[in-house]
């Protein structure tokens, strides 16, 4: 009774979807948050007789053949790349990007990784950070006594200074791009690894090589919509009931086989 497993393999897969849009859900107000989409397959199929085929009786070609398909797996979860719309804050050291393109933090273990949340901090000793305390790269340092910043959309920072009257330019942001930013892996807290898929980093002025530009008092808002992804739980939802009652059906046929006498 292959309709068990056919439908179990069904089951499995609208339930991977509802947990990808329960993430989505979940991370609607992160910043710079990108939605994923689960992206399935057919499995195998079992040639019970090939299209092409040359009919023993008659010696016609059979034009299709028998294939019975054996389900469905996972083949991906892809994320959506789409900007999400730019929220004011006021902020000095909120920047969000507007185009494509991440901002280059330094991990603890040393190795790089990229995020599109802007929400930038400082430390005691002025260091530009995320707000998860890493470092931005290239390591900018904002001096104690600066009275504010100013950054351009090309990244450069300028810092006033009550015994100036001119501006001091005190760095640059700069921002890495990819051939295929789809295959960046995920690692949490807005945070994105390099990978094969990706292909390496490619880091520039903003504005260049086809990048995004950088928005002072701006944080990116994530890129899902609420409507789509519950219109989305609902399909999955009688996705899943449907593949349950191909199950309850297998299970009476069963039963009715076994009761024969």
Known sequence: MRALRIAAAGM??????????????ANMNTTGYNARRAEFADLHY????????INAS??????????????????AISVMLSQ????QTGGDLDVAIEGDGYLEVTLPSGLSAYTRDGGLKLTGDGQIVTSDGYPVVPDITIPRDTRSISINAEGEIYGYFSDQVDAQ???QFTLAGFTNAKGLEAIGSNLFVETPASGPSVVTTPGEDG???????????SSVDPVREVT?????????????????AADQMLSAMVQLR
């Open 232 to 248: 989305d739980l609902i399909e999955a939802q009688r996705g899943y009931e449907l593949n349950s009652k191909v199950i309850t």
């Open 211 to 221: 990048l995004g530009v950088l928005r002072q008092g701006y944080l990116e808002d």
């Open 84 to 87: 999400g719309s730019l929220a």
């Open 12 to 25: 499995s897969a609208q339930q991977m979807r509802v947990e990808v849009i329960s993430n989505n859900l």
């Open 169 to 171: 330019l005190l760095g």
């Open 58 to 75: 008659d010696g016609t070609v059979l034009p299709t053949g028998v294939q019975l398909g054996l389900g469905v797996r996972a083949s």
């Open 46 to 53: 079992q040639q019970l007789s090939r299209p092409g085929t």
